[in-house]
């Protein structure tokens, strides 16, 4: 696709052309007084000097007659260029090739004038006695004209695109999570009141940004406080307590302790915009610690080492065989493989999965799926996932094995990269 500043200076020039064209035909077909005028003159001449079969001391003194005056060289030449009369010093025949007009052109470095007449004679002057070619001359005017307005136009309209460019640059940062970015104001036109009105509207989102992050990890922080009361209540109280009652609060405590722990990671995310920790990984075994804290999981695959964060991996590893456990069916199967330049962690179960047109829905932060036979979950494990994976220069995606089963597929990158993309 052309840039933008391309597009409006093809355009400029193509007007320039379509101008130049029609200017030239318009001239070419209509004629020119000046050339009309250079004509008439040349017939005037021949009307004044005798014929051409004339002696040639008669050619002479008319000549000398008509040349009066003038201060400079005449010459007449026959149709065979040869002299026939001269007032001064004698001048060369012009070029052949020239039209029979009236004609500029130079010799021995001063610009000399011919005129054709009608019954083959030249007259040359080393003084100007008519109007040059004024249609080449024409012509070589429109071509210098489009050429240089269409040089001086290109970084006029290189100028006014520029802007667009930068604020272009600075959407597409303030859209990659930078939310620092701003665009630099210069000028007065429109594109700097735009370029303003961007910065303001990106300081604002900032702002509210940084309060929700700053809400959420402050609130997250504060709810440890209330459930380490709780559960030291519990212990207090375990002879007085049902045992099944116990067992469902120490359900509800897990979970609420894992949705601070998952709250509290997901704003560190959104603060930290690169990676804290990066090692050499061997993503196999670091996927046979977290499988083995679960039963019928079945791994699979190949040692594949990566450049990563180890404790965020083992969070997505984690997250993945979590919601295996509490949404699918036994066995959980696990394989570690190689795309290119990737490493690839499939996850799947025996069960039915997510519906196609939830492939994108289940990274939703907090999303639970309509008619699901288990409603645990605190929503944000998924969305983690996508995450951590783009943060290692991957991404993850939920997708169809077969017409019963689903698999969530993600991918790593082997270097280290940060790649954030809008979810």
């Not at 695109?161 to 665009?183: I, N, Y």
């Not at 969530?408 to 993309?421: D, H, M, S, T, Y």
Request: contains cysteine; hydrophobic residues 50%.
């Amino acid at each position: 696709m052309l840039r933008l500043y391309l597009r409006l200076y093809l355009a400029l020039l193509a007007s320039l052309i379509a101008f130049g064209c029609a200017a030239a035909m318009i001239w070419h077909f209509a004629g020119g007084p000046m050339e009309q005028a250079g004509l008439s003159l040349g017939r005037l001449v021949q009307n004044v000097l005798p014929a051409a079969q004339a002696p040639p001391a008669e050619q002479q003194e008319a000549l000398r007659r008509l040349a009066a005056g003038l201060a400079g060289d005449v010459t007449l030449l026959a149709k065979n260029g040869s002299v026939i009369a001269a007032v001064g010093e004698p001048l060369p025949a012009p070029n052949p090739w020239r039209h029979r007009t009236v004609i500029f052109e130079h010799w021995q470095g001063d610009p000399v004038t011919a005129i054709y007449l009608a019954d083959g004679r030249v007259l040359i002057a080393s003084v100007p006695i008519g109007f040059g070619n004024i249609r080449q001359v024409f012509h070589w005017v429109l071509v210098a004209l489009v050429v240089a307005i269409g040089v001086a136009a290109f970084p006029i309209v290189r100028r006014l695109t520029r802007g667009l460019e930068r604020l272009q640059s600075g959407v597409e940062l303030l859209g990659a999570g930078d939310l620092r970015s701003r665009v630099a104001v210069e000028g007065r036109d429109e594109i700097a009141r735009l370029a303003e009105s961007f910065n303001r509207a990106a300081s604002r989102i900032e702002q509210l940004v940084g309060a929700h992050r700053t809400l959420l990890a402050n609130a997250s922080h504060e709810l440890r406080t209330p459930l380490t009361r709780i559960r030291l209540a519990l212990d207090l109280i375990k002879t007085s307590v049902d045992a099944k009652a116990r067992a469902g609060l120490e359900q509800d405590i897990a979970e609420l302790d894992g949705l601070v722990d998952e709250i509290l990671l997901a704003s560190r995310l959104d603060a930290v915009s690169a990676l804290e920790f990066v090692d050499d990984i061997d993503l196999l075994a670091l996927a046979a610690e977290e499988c083995a804290r679960y039963d019928d999981v079945q791994l699979e695959g190949v040692p594949i080492r990566i450049c990563g964060d180890p404790r965020l991996l083992r969070r997505l590893l984690r997250n993945l065989l979590e919601n295996a456990k509490r949404h699918g069916m036994a066995p959980t199967q696990v394989r570690i493989g190689a795309d290119s330049d990737a490493a690839v962690v499939s996850v799947w179960d025996a069960g039915p999965g997510p519906a196609p047109a939830e492939f994108e829905q289940v990274f939703v932060p907090f999303y639970r799926r309509p008619g699901s036979r288990n409603a645990t979950g605190v929503g944000l494990g998924l969305s983690l996932v996508r995450q951590i994976a783009r943060r290692h220069g991957g991404d993850a995606h939920c997708v169809a094995l077969n017409e019963q089963h689903t698999a969530f597929i993600v991918k790593l990158a082997r270097k280290p990269g940060n790649r954030e993309a809008a979810a």
